[in-house]
């Protein structure tokens, strides 16, 4: 099977690579980069858990194909911190033990990324509602709501 | 209370009690920490499983020939090349472990027993082959009826599952005729008759709930390496990597000790991977080839082959006094095992009735097998559904008698040393404080707007102890690393920091814990039964001490004087020499410690008992649409006896985490099946477990009754924040549209028929 030769932005850098027509891009982040910071939950676009930002949108990766990436531009979870200094969405999830397992959690930080982006001051309805694309099975949510309120707080006064 | 709790009490902590740092947080919300699929190893091979298409059916025949001509496919396994084993032998243990169920789980032998059960495994060069390959393998059926209801099961001419299979009672085979229903088990106390004769009121109703999956976000996946010598490297995400260990040899006849296992970081688990699936056929697959081999399920594949918990059909009676006085309480309830025995009956059992001071009780639990998949255990197994139904009617009585929901309750509660029906006696608990501060707390002040109603239950789980393992070392900087046998499914590594660092009287950040694999420490038992705060967190304080009491030796031998005048205080040994007091710190020992003495660690290995019983209480308000049937949380509050927190936004998040699955238990989540007895919603999008916009906040509030039986008063708090909860809300709905509800889930079209039944 011929394979497509895809350039695409990825967490800032130009990155070349070849894929099937039938690769989602969830298979070419984990299998083809080795980018495994997203997470499989389900692969039918129900849990959230593989959820990147793709051209400023939030989306399921495995219900996007590998092929159709040419010219996109990818955020993953490995893109989110700067390398130095956590993203505040990051750090309120730390400061408000907004994880247990944590296998969700790349899914919910680019989820709630996107939505804070599109609504810098939500209240805890919209982001209950922006997040609920996002399956969870430890917090039962009150925390990453807390830590996603606060995130946002945050940013709108560091004007970030 | 022992000494060391005695001395705890009251004081105040460094660490314990307070907010500290995940240790593995930084690497969960950058995308590095590494699960069960993350793993890839060079030259692997890709496994899939093939699954049956019927949910009761003899295997007649399994053609792999088209399959393994296929190019790019390595090997084929069948239940013909897992090894058979014996049945288990009676007396039966509470828990049973039977390898001949076991093994016919992994791969079916003669019979598919359930829609889904894996048949076949294929490991090829990637994926897609593999899959390919499913479909050339050829199997013939001669398809059977199948069964699903528990008390139909247990029927006499019900379709049979398992032709050697027979009822036990009591402990004693009652019949020559196979049956599904494997055992029936029973407690009871006082005389039954003679209660229900006190009474001035009986009540009496039926209930049953719905079998519900984990729902854990990660799936299986499991990664193995069979080498030339025998022995098996593996990676897998599981609750208890020594038991996989243990499962896996005695499934293919190994040797433990030719068996390594890592356990990964842990996607959630809640008693789904305490079990082996794919992890045997791994490591066949991987000797068969001589090359790695991975096995990740597909969400469809847990919806049909892993989990869930057990359904219920259960009855309830209970007899009180005008005053609420219960004189007695029966309960019976019907668990399905699901294809192989081993429903949770034992803690059914004890979950009905123990937080209330009942001189006649008897209870009696079945466990029937049907056609759907085994079960798993699940949070706190076996009790919710025997909450459910006892604090069902405790709600009806505390309405037949006009007396409010919590009083009754405090007047029955069981006091400190109440034996319960299943024998265990209550040490000190805060089964009080539970119930009098959710009375004191706003929600239950607060006013209800319409359609909305308020419930409340009460639920008990006895936690679990057992085998732990841990060593501890002191690094030369300073730093003290801590290791254990349980993977850290709920943060368990931080807690475990924690009391290290409350012990050694040093920063948090200068422990480093970590979960060591089944080939560098003792057994550890799962990661489950909320034992692990609990019991490895024991072994840590011990493991610890030691490492003091040679500091101390340390000490002694520098200043040259007896290790008995030598004390340890916050980070520090201290002694008083010539009438000046000397310190060296952790730091400056370590420093010493190689030149003088050589490296200083300690380790404890413990078979931890004493955990005790845990009370917990929850309140809820919900509001139904009348027009639609649905129903929405509104308010939740949750009281727990932790004994005492160590990490107070764990445990908080274990209580808000539990609390939100008995929401989805008792309103959504369930499984469909069609005439035939096949799954019809294995999806997240079918099978709708609680989202973001489902919930209310939940508020907590944690009761501390220090369990004397460890170091630093600790219970273990994950299961029974989950035990009242589809009580709390099914009698919250009850009271919002003043119907009885019995059946769970109170799915919307549920209640909108018992609505309109009104009409």
Known sequence: MARHHITATINGDETEFSC?????????????????????????????????????????????????????????????????????????????????????????????????????????????YGLAGNLCRCTGYDKIVRAVLDAAKEMRANGS | MNEDSKKRLGTNYQWIGKSTPRYDGMDKVTGRARYGDDMVLPNMLHAKILRSPHAHAKILKIDTSKAMALKGVKAVVTGADIPDHPP??????????DYHDISRNVLA??????????????????????????????????????????????????????????????????????????????????????????????????????????????PQATIVMANEDDGVEMWTTTQGHFVIR?????????????????????????????NVYGEPVAIRLSQMTGRPVRITLTRKELFLGTGPTVGSRSRVKIGAKKDGTITAAEGEIWYQAGAFKGSPVGRALNTFFSPYNIE?????????????????????????????????????????????????????????????????????????????????????????????????????????????????HLLADGTVSVATGNPDIGGSRSSMRVMAAEELGIDVEQIIPSVGDTATLGYSHLTAGSRTTFATGWA????????????????????????????????????????????????????????????IAGHSEINAGGAGPAFCAELVDVEVDPETGFTSPKRFTVALDAGRAISPDYVEGQMQGGAVQGIGWALNEEYFYDDEAKLQNPSFLDYRMPVASDVPMIDTIIVEVPNPNHPYGVRGVGEPPLVPAPAAVANAVENAIGLSMSDLPLSPPKILKAIEATK
């Open chain 2, 109 to 218: 032998k003669e019979k598919v027993l359930y829609h889904g059960h894996a048949v076949a495994a294929v490991a090829a060069t990637s994926e897609a082959i593999a899959k390919e390959a499913l479909k050339l393998i050829e199997v013939d059926y001669d398809v059977l009826k199948p069964v699903l209801d528990p008390i139909e099961a247990a029927q006499p001419d019900a379709p049979l599952l398992h032709d050697d299979q027979f009822t036990y009672i009591g402990g004693e085979e009652v019949s020559k005729k196979p049956s599904n229903l494997f055992r029936s088990v029973v407690k009871e106390k006082g005389d039954l008759e003679k209660g229900f004769a006190e009474a001035d009121v009986i009540l009496e109703r039926e209930f049953s709930s719905q079998p519900v999956h984990q729902g854990y976000i990660e």
């Open chain 2, 540 to 599: 840590v304080v011990n493991a610890v001490r030691e490492i003091i009491e040679k500091m101390r030796g340390l000490a002694a031998k520098i200043w040259e004087i007896d290790v008995d005048d030598v004390t340890w205080e916050a980070g520090h040994a201290v002694a008083t020499k010539s009438g000046k007091v000397e310190r060296l710190s952790i730091k400056q020992l370590a420093a010493k410690a190689m030149p003088m003495v050589g490296p």
């Open chain 2, 360 to 472: 006649h009780v008897k209870t009696v639990a079945h466990d029937v097998c049907v056609n759907r998949p085994k079960v798993a255990a699940y949070r706190a197994p076996g009790a919710p559904m025997a909450c459910f139904a006892a604090e069902g009617v405790i709600n009806d009585l505390a309405k037949e008698l006009g007396m409010d929901p919590i009083d009754l309750r405090l007047k029955n509660a069981a006091p400190e040393g109440y034996e319960t029906v299943a024998g265990p006696k209550h040490g000190p608990n805060g089964l009080i404080e539970v119930l009098e501060q959710v009375k004191n707390s706003d929600h239950y002040k607060s006013k209800l707007k319409e359609n909305q109603g308020r419930g409340f239950a009460l639920g008990y789980w006895l936690h679990g102890g057992g085998l732990s393992s841990v060593a501890a």
């Open chain 2, 88 to 97: 288990a032998k009676p007396p039966y243990p509470p828990i049973v472990v």
């Open chain 1, 20 to 128: 099937h027509t039938h690769q989602t891009l969830l298979d070419v982040l984990r299998t083809e980069l080795n980018l495994t910071g997203t997470k499989n939950g389900c692969d039918t676009g129900d849990c959230g858990a593989c959820t990147v930002i793709v051209n400023g949108c939030a989306v399921n990766a495995c219900l996007v194909l590998g092929a159709e990436l040419e010219g996109a531009t990818v955020e993953t979870i490995e893109g989110m911190s700067d390398g130095k200094k956590l993203h505040p969405l990051q750090q309120k999830f730390l400061d408000h033990a907004a994880l247990q397992c944590g296998v969700c959690t790349p899914g919910f930080l680019n989820m709630a990324k996107a939505l804070l982006e599109k609504n810098p001051d939500p209240t805890e309805t919209e982001v209950r």
């Open chain 2, 246 to 274: 243990n499962y896996c040899a005695k499934l293919l006849n190994m040797d433990i000790s030719k068996i390594k296992v890592t356990a990964s970081e842990i996607g959630g688990g809640f008693g789904g991977k305490n």
